[in-house]
């Protein structure tokens, strides 16, 4: 069953303003990991965040943990028509090394 | 460097009829792994192996069989295709066990009319 819930389903913004989403979880983690999938392609990684850690950033983006609310959420700054695509959060339980992904968020960046 | 390679990019099959999913890593990972894509669902485990030689269920086994053939190689194949099958395929394999970052194929679009 999916571990994580994305949160909005889909999201469209303007070119330039920054896009946020969430990710909800049931189960205590080892870590989470965000992932993108451009229309018709496979996921790529963008970036992973351990339950000791808080928050976390790698180029335009941040993502921040809160393992006592059990979510996480993924904040894309500055957004780009390239960057319109679904986005993944996936949980890696304690007990487990298999991925549990979400439903994702279909982002659309308007030019 | 190609990464995770699928073969093929799309298939049709008519219901009853079998067929054989490839993929292929050149990363040199242990672990390897199956998942079918829905239309508003996230990725759900077929089958996986944690290493050459083993292979285990996940989440949405039935009607599907896989073989670890070597290192690089995992497939999985449908014996008796079925339109509950019809869905997008994606083979990803992974880094060391305590990161379980996951490269991901393109994917096989698959169709059972």
């Known amino acids: 069953s999916q571990q994580g819930e994305e949160d909005p389903q889909a999201l469209s913004i303007q070119e330039g303003e920054n896009a946020t989403m969430n990710c909800s979880y049931k189960t205590s983690i080892n870590n989470l990991q965000w992932y993108r999938q451009n229309s018709g392609r496979g996921l790529v990684h963008l970036i992973l965040?351990?339950?000791?850690?808080r928050e976390k950033h790698s180029g335009r983006l941040r993502v921040t943990l809160d393992t006592s609310k059990k979510s996480s959420s993924l904040l894309i700054t500055a957004s780009r028509a390239a960057d319109t695509a679904s986005y993944f959060c996936?949980?890696?339980?304690?007990?487990?090394?298999?991925?549990?992904f979400g439903a994702g968020t279909t982002v659309t960046v308007r030019a | 460097n190609a990464g995770v390679t699928q073969t093929p990019k799309f298939q049709v099959l008519k219901t009853g009829q079998s067929m054989t999913l490839q993929c292929a890593q050149d990363m040199n990972h242990n672990s390897m792994y199956w998942y079918r894509q829905d239309p508003g669902m996230g990725l759900r485990l077929i089958y996986y192996?944690?290493?050459?030689?083993?292979?285990d269920k996940g989440e949405v086994p039935n009607g599907y069989n896989v073989s670890r053939l070597n290192k690089r190689e995992f497939s999985l194949r449908l014996e008796s295709a079925a339109p509950s099958q019809t869905s997008v395929y994606f083979c990803?394999?992974?880094?060391?066990?305590?990161?379980?970052?996951?490269?991901f194929g393109p994917g096989t679009r698959l169709l059972v009319l």
């Open positions: 996936a949980t890696r339980p304690d007990n487990d090394y298999k991925l549990s």
């Open positions: 965040i351990r339950s000791n850690e």
């Open positions: 192996s944690a290493s050459e030689g083993t292979t």
């Open positions: 990803a394999s992974s880094e060391p066990l305590d990161r379980q970052t996951q490269y």
